[in-house]
């Protein structure tokens, strides 16, 4: 069993640890989830060390008795699992959600994923209902976190479909930054790649993940509609086109530890 944000829990693999760490951070290696996540379950009162409810910063070992949803978290041998983690990449189509699930019966994107024994997928990040593309997964909540994490200025690339009459000066105003209700926000580069008339193409990189923000960008211009959006590059993690939508594959060792690399993450 899985634990979820609406489940009970279940007994997880605790790795053999000597010295202390941030317990948010211990449980994210587990592949537990994302740190973020890890934080509100803590904030939530969900966790307990040692039959106390956990604080945030609450440093713990493998000697710490550690419990979700009041069910412990045991370390049989038998369970031992590989430490290096799986990365999967999945091609996210158009009107799948980025959530475990939804209240209205929408499909979601962890519904096509392989199913694990002990473990769970963590997602790195999320693209909107109507975008679609590279989607990474992953058993290690640390690498997830660091993947999400600002301040490794992870690169996405992604293809832009456009409405409307793009000016020079625009293109400008993108690059340059513009206004957006949550602050500034810019493309790093934006690329022509072709289209006719009013209908043209664009490929767009940024080292953010704001919500929608890749849209609201091209949209901040006047006249300016976005039609189809894909994200075909994650760091170095590129959308293969042979893929077909809906579709997901493994990373190989060596693609994880390249892009454990980027993010300074030993494995």
């Not at 039609?227 to 060596?254: A, C, H, V």
């Amino acid at each position: 069993m899985t634990i979820t944000k609406k489940s009970r829990g279940s007994a997880l693999c605790v790795p053999n640890q000597n010295n202390q760490e941030r317990l948010q951070k211990y449980l994210a290696a587990l592949g537990l989830g994302s740190r973020r996540e890890l934080e509100a379950w803590i904030k939530e009162g969900r966790i307990r060390v040692d039959g106390q409810v956990a604080t945030l910063g609450q440093k713990v070992s493998s000697l710490s008795k550690i419990s979700v949803d009041g069910q412990p978290l045991r370390a049989p041998s038998a369970r031992a699992a590989d430490p290096f983690p799986k990365v999967l990449l999945y091609y996210k189509p158009e009107g799948e959600i980025c959530t475990m699930d939804d209240p209205e019966g929408r499909k979601t994107v962890f519904q096509a994923l392989p199913r694990l024994r002990g473990k769970r997928w963590v997602m790195v990040g999320r693209l909107d209902v109507n975008t679609m593309g590279v989607l990474l997964f992953t058993t290690s909540g640390e690498l997830a976190n660091r993947l999400m994490h600002p301040k490794y200025e992870i690169e996405r690339e992604y293809a832009v479909r456009v409405r409307g009459h793009v000016t020079n000066s625009m293109l400008t105003r993108l690059r340059t930054g513009v206004q957006l209700e949550d602050g500034m926000a810019h493309f790093d580069t934006v690329t022509s790649v072709g289209g006719d008339g009013t209908n043209h193409w664009y490929h767009v990189t940024l080292k953010e993940g704001k919500y929608r923000e890749v849209r609201r960008i091209w949209e901040s211009e006047e006249g300016i509609q976005v039609s189809r959006l894909t994200r075909i590059r994650f760091g170095n993690i590129l959308l293969p086109r042979d893929m077909n939508r809906g579709r997901w594959e493994y990373l190989s060792k060596l693609e994880i530890q390249k892009l454990a690399d980027l993010v300074k993450l030993a494995l």
